[in-house]
């Protein structure tokens, strides 16, 4: 069964700093892979999705994920973070197909002036 | 733009009371799920369902839980009988509707709250 790994419960950084929230995913012969927000008191808001085709993905909020399959990773990183920010990252991932998503245990992303 | 909605957003019951909570999904999805958010862990996936259908169960969706589309519109997660660990937030997504690719993105409605005293 898949299972993702959010090492990182949270993550501490100063506003304009840059960010990566790590994710690691347990083997796959072929895994989608996505970043879910959820600021507080609200839902999940997709942020980006591996699918196929160029290991580098951009998202919304200028968010960008890697994937790598020899390290079986998908880390999210932002160049520079802003207050608003501040949230929790869930990675999630699902077999091809309409699949169930499995969740990592997610990340406080908390962003200081 | 097009959004799942979910009602109540909050939704507080007595333990062995039946409960249930509504969703309607973005209209032209055909797959449907529910998850669950345990306050401070992660989302936990309980059921998808397709055509009528439950297509996957977790081993959290047991004989207390039940799904229906009773309508065109609405999709509903039933708990026959709450217990003081079925609180939590409860998630409905629907995918599946604009292209192939539209099957694996999950769009998320904001979620029920469920308080079991």
């Known amino acids: 069964a898949q299972s993702v790994t959010q090492l990182d419960s949270q993550v501490p950084v100063f506003e304009e700093a840059p960010v990566e929230l790590r994710c690691n995913y347990s083997?796959?012969?072929?895994?989608?892979l996505f970043w879910y927000v959820q600021y507080p008191n609200q839902g999940l808001q997709l942020l980006l999705k591996?699918?196929?085709?160029?290991?580098l993905v951009k998202g919304i909020n200028g968010f960008e994920a890697e994937f790598n399959k020899s390290q079986t990773s998908f880390h999210l990183r932002k160049p520079s973070v802003h207050i608003s920010d501040t949230a929790e990252y869930f990675c999630?991932?699902?077999?091809?197909?309409?699949?169930?998503?499995?969740f990592g245990t997610g990340t406080r992303l908390l962003v200081s002036p | 733009e097009p959004e799942v909605t979910q009602t109540p957003s909050h939704q507080v019951t007595q333990m062995g009371q039946e409960v249930i909570l509504r969703c309607v999904p973005i209209?032209?999805?055909?797959?449907f799920y529910w998850y669950r958010q345990i306050l401070g862990q992660k989302v936990e996936f309980l059921v998808s369902?397709?055509?009528?259908?439950?297509?996957?169960k977790s081993e959290i969706f047991d004989d207390q839980f039940s799904v229906e589309r009773p309508d065109g519109s609405n999709f509903t997660l039933k708990i026959r009988s709450t217990k003081l660990e079925d609180s939590a937030m409860y998630f409905c997504?629907?995918?599946?509707?604009?292209?192939?690719?539209?099957?694996?993105?999950?769009?998320f409605g904001p979620g029920t709250r469920l308080t079991v005293l």
């Open positions: 369902f397709y055509n009528n259908e439950i297509s996957e």
């Open positions: 209209s032209n999805h055909l797959y």
């Open positions: 999630a991932v699902s077999d091809k197909g309409f699949q169930k998503l499995v």
């Open positions: 997504a629907s995918s599946g509707g604009g292209g192939a690719a539209s099957y694996n993105e999950q769009f």
């Open positions: 591996y699918l196929s085709g160029s290991t």
């Open positions: 083997s796959s012969v072929s895994v989608y």
